[in-house]
């Protein structure tokens, strides 16, 4: 009962999670197929490698040490983040360079790296709810580990790897050899150095002013990536408005069509009102 219990807190909320980043791509949806398998990819091949790989690092620094403090510093700061992350973006690579007609923006980048992130989240949650939860403390552990699993730290995974999709699609959406090449690896170097420090920061600390001041860091970066999503949601508006009102000039579409392209109603309910609407309003973008 218990480890359902878990999988639900695990899954349940990442993918109401997912559904909000899926909502905040107004104006070119992506292939809902595309982005199921980039959240799956997280949960097996992200997740599941990550633990080996963690594991395997772990066993090695405290067989060389013989100290188990250095070999959770070793894997939780130094180990874990660099796995991770790269196991996550990895997704998004894959999506950069098999998928280029879906990647196109710095939000899609945001976008799909969000929801590799998610579906690692899902199942990490999993496991710590239960194994450090559940296992350790009974119920009340379970409950607790929900509350800082999804609601303190929720959005830590999408955060780092968002870095990675900024820099895919920087790659992406420019011509300079030398920009590709830097921008992925240097979105990937921030990815890493985000999660360390939170890894890091809070343990160095301690106790319930560690997890208070990770916290408070943790939500003003989300609260600026938030404000940095906003602002690219605002832009691929102006821009769509731009290149309709010269549409509706030439006839090509009418102003009805035009003022209901530009509807967030319309837009949050395209996919559910038929593929000829739909297709017309991504037709629009």
């Keep these: 009962m218990a480890l359902l219990v878990s999988l639900f807190f695990g899954f ?9 980043v899926y ?24 997740a ?31 180990i874990a983040p660099i796995v991770e992350e790269f196991l996550k973006g990895l997704a998004v690579g894959i999506v950069f360079l098999l998928f280029r007609k879906e990647f196109d923006s710095i939000l899609d980048g945001i976008i799909y790296a969000a929801i590799a992130a998610l579906g690692f989240a899902a199942t990490e949650n999993t496991f710590y709810i239960y194994s450090h939860g559940y296992q350790e403390s009974g119920w009340s552990g379970l409950f607790l580990l929900v509350f800082v699993r999804v609601i303190l730290v929720g959005w830590q995974h999408p955060f780092y790897t968002a870095f990675i999709g900024i ?25 890493v150095a985000a999660h ?31 404000a940095f999503i906003i602002w690219m949601i605002v832009h691929e508006r102006n821009v769509l408005k731009k290149n309709l009102l010269e549409e509706v000039a030439a006839g090509v579409i009418t102003n009805t069509q035009y003022q209901k392209a530009l509807s967030p109603w319309t837009l949050s309910m395209a996919g559910l009102s038929g593929r000829a609407a739909s297709r017309f309003f991504q037709a629009c973008g």
């Design 12 to 20: 349940v909320p990442m993918f109401l999670f997912a559904a909000i």
């Design 23 to 46: 909502w905040f791509d107004r104006y070119e949806k992506e292939p809902r197929i595309l982005l199921g398998a980039t959240f799956f990819w997280g949960v097996i091949i992200a």
């Design 48 to 78: 599941g490698g990550a633990f080996i790989i963690n594991t395997v690092f772990g066993v090695g620094i405290f067989l060389a040490t013989n100290s188990e403090a250095a070999a959770e510093f070793g894997t939780v700061s130094i």
């Design 167 to 191: 820099g895919f699609a920087i790659a992406r959406t420019n011509r300079n050899a030398l920009i590709k090449f830097i921008t992925p690896l240097a979105g990937y170097g921030v990815a």
């Design 196 to 226: 360390a420090f939170h890894n890091t920061f809070g343990g160095l600390i301690g106790g319930l002013e560690g997890l208070a001041a990770g916290t408070i860091l943790d939500w003003i970066g989300w609260s600026i990536m938030l």
